[in-house]
């Protein structure tokens, strides 16, 4: 880091290496003269490159003449000095105080769901043995499309034999296939006639569906089971070496494209929820997201109640990559109704003191201040403050507690995080 006062042609220049802490650069210069000067910060890394210059900078010939110009800083204005070197130590973020639409909301829990065009299960198409081709082959486990999950083997079963009827089958078509062979070359010659050919023909059809039937996914070791699609396995209704009868479900597959969310709300709020403008849910632990930012939309809204079913349950389409497992809850806020414009910070910039919120405000790089808020509504992680910030100061969202503990300490706390 370069630092230069210049005037006119001239100037003095003084250059730091390296940082004297992580992020931090203290070069020093002795101008010889008062007057106005420009002042320009060079910074030079392997990744960086920056200037930065500032002109009109007054250079006092003395303290006495700097503080008759400038005036003297309180002595105890009830400000936080939190120093950028503390900041850097620290997860450590503001955000301007920006004026939006808000909602007003439902707060409120929903569940996760998976859609029913996500899943599919499998059932046997034939009687007999279950086998798992894999030892591994548990709930939860990623499957490839195609993959061969099971089979069911009938072999052994005096009734129900699916190689016996397999073997039957063949040789039924090869019969109505050779008859269907010699019938169509004699109506062609027109020697026999057309309803005695489609007779024969419709007799191989028959045979011809019934052995590819029976046939398809059938190896020695009995009929296969494989994946339809990529996916997981949600649920194994068997277990390996169990016998299933034909038609018995034995896997489930979902593929978790699409994911539903199903809201339960009070009858209190049926009016609201016929003019449903978003719906703000948690994708993931502490992260918001919304219908609106994904392109998701609501399904349908409940409209009855029953003794043993008494909220009303809106159920939601969810085009986004949910991290929590389905049928766990997550928190919810339905918006309805009419927008305001409103003053609106990150929820994450509050501190709650026994139901009382406060924010930490900036007001210069170093100077910081904590001041009481009133809040109102919620959207997702933003929030309406009435009164206590104005649009476009800055407020702290993360490593606002820390600035707390500075103004009781003078410095942060000591397990900060260094970057």
Do not use: C
Not at 84 to 106: P, R
Not at 242 to 255: K, M, N, P, Q
Not at 327 to 334: A, K, L
Not at 337 to 358: M, R
């Amino acid at each position: 880091m370069t630092v230069s006062l210049i005037k006119g042609e001239t100037g003095i220049r003084n250059t730091a290496e390296a940082p004297d802490s992580p992020g931090i650069f203290k070069p020093t210069l002795q101008p010889k003269a008062a007057g106005n000067y420009q002042l320009v910060f060079e910074l030079k890394t392997p990744t960086v490159t920056d200037r930065i210059v500032i002109d009109q900078v007054t250079v006092y010939a003395t303290l006495e003449d700097a503080i008759a110009a400038l005036g003297t800083a309180e002595a105890d204005d009830g400000s936080i000095t939190f120093l950028k070197e503390q900041a850097w130590k620290i997860d450590f973020q503001t955000a301007k105080v920006v004026e939006k639409e808000i909602y007003e909301t439902i707060p409120t829990s929903g569940r996760w769901k998976v859609s029913p065009s996500d899943y599919q299960t499998l059932i046997a198409t034939t009687s007999g043995k279950v086998n798992f081709n894999s030892s591994n082959l548990n709930e939860g486990i990623k499957v490839q499309k195609g993959q061969l999950l099971m089979s069911v083997s009938s072999a052994g079963l005096t009734s129900n034999n699916l190689s016996a009827e397999i073997r039957k089958a063949k040789a039924d078509f090869d019969q109505a296939s050779l008859e269907y062979e010699r019938k169509k070359q004699l109506f062609e010659s027109k020697i026999v006639p057309k309803s005695e050919f489609e007779q024969v023909e419709q007799k191989y059809l028959v045979a011809k569906s019934t052995y590819e039937t029976l046939n398809a996914g059938y190896t020695s070791s009995g009929k296969q089971i494989v994946a339809p699609f990529e996916g997981y396995l949600k649920s194994i209704a068997v277990d390996n070496g169990a016998f299933v009868s034909e038609g018995a479900s034995l896997v489930t597959i979902t593929s978790h494209k699409t994911s539903l969310l199903e809201v339960q709300v009070s009858p209190s709020y049926a009016t609201q929820l016929q003019n449903i403008h978003d719906i703000y849910y948690q994708n993931s632990p502490n992260h918001w997201s919304s219908l609106k930012t994904t392109q998701g939309k609501v399904l349908s809204v409940g409209k009855e109640v029953e003794s043993d079913q008494p909220l009303l349950s809106v159920f939601a389409e969810i085009n986004d990559v949910v991290e929590m497992p389905e049928g766990s809850f997550t928190e919810v806020q339905i918006a309805f109704g009419l927008s305001k414009s409103a003053a609106v910070i990150p929820e994450s910039a509050l501190l709650e003191d026994y139901g009382n919120y406060s924010v930490i405000v900036e007001l210069s790089g170093e100077s910081f201040e904590r001041r009481a808020v009133r809040i109102g509504r919620r959207n997702g992680e933003e929030v309406e403050i009435l009164d206590g910030v104005q649009v476009g100061e800055v407020v702290v969202t993360r490593g606002a507690y820390q600035v707390k503990m500075a103004s009781m300490s003078g410095q942060a706390p000591a397990h900060g995080h260094e970057h």
